[in-house]
């Protein structure tokens, strides 16, 4: 993911890997969505993902850095 930072928008989605919809938990900025992503269960966490205008990325690899 490209450098951004804390307070760029995002989209903090979970995407279902039986059915591969995808299910948005929160439209906010990169902190919010960080924050929300932490509270999620960790089987939860996996299949997070974020998105902002022009990459898309899986949570875990973002904090994994």
Do not use: K, W
């Amino acid at each position: 993911m490209r450098t951004i930072s804390s307070d760029v928008p995002v989209r903090l989605y979970h995407l279902d890997e039986e059915g591969g919809a995808a299910t948005t938990i929160l439209y906010g900025t990169l902190t919010e969505a960080i924050a929300a992503a932490e509270r999620e269960p960790e089987e939860v966490q996996a299949g997070l993902f974020l998105q902002t205008s022009n990459d898309v990325i899986a949570y875990l690899d973002f904090i994994d850095g």
